[in-house]
């Protein structure tokens, strides 16, 4: 099954307040897939054993969901970044991991490519990725560079018609599973951020492997590890763009990638809300329903408020970006605002189910632990309030 077909054109994509048919369409479709494929038990064994969950992403694949925004020419279901939004959006109110694992492929890699590559570079590698077959991953930060771009150590020397890259990215998404990764790397140091470039590299190529993975707080059935590049020997032609210009590149994807971790954020504090909800109604003190108090109906109305001013903010970005419009401020913003409230609502779920919070039996300590990430992945707050000042002051 797609989630594209004849019978299901793409809408337009201006964001009003009412979800599209299309937008509905795909919440219903992941909310039915959810029931059958992420229950509960399923979810909490990936989590405890940092399994990574290779027969459903198959299956998302099989709807369409790893190449949600990419062209039909090139194997993708031909959406914008409404749909995506929603659909990184429901599979995150049941399993963040699983939303970020599709976040990351989309967004980040396989955008990369589609963004920036040849026609040839697209052909050849856009569809395994949108179809699922493989999955693609995407290095910027290293060991000794996080936010800033310019300290990165790895590099990429012209070797004839070849490249050799030398370097550690540390914190990528999808490191071992990733059949590929776009990969950032200084070609002149002396030129600082504009001296860096970005390539292709495929799994298997000599001096390319995945180095350690991360033993994570939360969204611990995403893989999350290094990838090493040692005297790693490419094709020319591998390169994406233009030389020295990889930075600008990056900064276009992460526009694109925050706006996916607000969806990510948006998703996993709706779940928190929602098993808050039927608990204070299930939980009995004192001889009624907690929700009865009014303290726990204050909690639940403050989540609830902050949630749907967050998905104002994450809906204006993505209908913004289905319209060609530059969205950094707007993206950061929502990927602030909606991190942030992710982690407020999360805390004050673990409050309103008490010691039972605390308690990997119930929902609400696993997006406890899991959306603390999302104030920090693509760019922490602390950026993101540095992207919005700068672009407040032009």
Request: overall charge negative.
């Amino acid at each position: 099954m797609s989630v594209v077909s004849p019978e299901n054109p793409v809408q337009s994509s201006g964001f009003g307040f009412a979800p599209t048919e299309n937008q509905k369409m795909i919440s219903e479709m992941i909310r039915s897939f959810a029931a059958r494929e992420m229950t509960p038990e399923k979810v909490m064994q990936y989590d405890e054993a940092q399994q990574f969950p290779h027969e459903l992403i198959l299956k998302l694949g099989e709807l369409g969901l790893l190449g949600i925004i990419f062209p039909e020419e090139y194997g993708g279901a031909g959406f914008g970044y409404l749909e995506y939004v929603t659909a990184v959006e429901e599979l995150s109110k049941v399993d963040g991991s699983v939303g970020i694992t599709v976040a990351a492929h989309n967004s980040l890699g396989t955008n990369h490519l589609f963004q920036f590559g040849t026609d040839a570079q697209k052909r050849k590698y856009i569809p395994g990725l949108a179809g699922g077959k493989e999955l693609a991953a995407w290095g910027l930060t290293e060991p000794s560079s996080g936010s800033d771009a310019a300290g990165m150590l790895s590099t990429a020397i012209k070797d004839g018609d070849h490249w050799i890259l030398n370097g550690t990215k540390n914190f990528i998404t999808n490191s071992h599973t990733g059949s590929l990764a776009v990969v950032l790397a200084m070609t002149d140091r002396a030129q600082g951020n504009h001296g860096i470039s970005a390539f292709v590299i495929e799994k298997g190529t000599p001096g390319f492997s995945a180095g350690k993975k991360e033993n994570k707080l939360g969204l611990r059935a995403s893989e999350t590890g290094q990838l090493v590049m040692d005297n790693c020997r490419i094709p020319y032609e591998n390169l994406l763009g233009n030389v020295n210009e990889g930075f600008k590149q990056a900064m276009k994807i992460l526009d694109g990638g925050r706006i996916s971790i607000a969806a990510l954020a948006l998703g996993m504090a709706e779940g928190a809300l929602e098993a808050s909800i039927k608990y204070s109604k299930e939980r009995k003190q004192f001889g009624k329903p907690i929700s009865d108090f009014q303290a726990i109906q204050f909690k639940l109305a403050d989540m609830a408020t902050e949630i749907e001013a967050a998905k104002l903010l994450t809906m204006r970005a993505a209908a913004m970006k289905d319209e060609g419009k530059n969205t950094t401020k707007e993206s950061s913003m929502a990927k602030l605002y909606a991190s942030e409230v992710s982690v407020r609502v999360a805390s004050e779920a673990v409050q309103i189910f008490g010691g039972y919070g605390y308690i990997k039996e119930f929902p609400v300590e696993k997006f406890y632990r899991d959306v603390k990430l999302c104030t920090i992945g693509e760019g922490t707050s602390e950026i993101q309030r540095v992207v919005i000042a700068k672009n407040l002051m032009k």
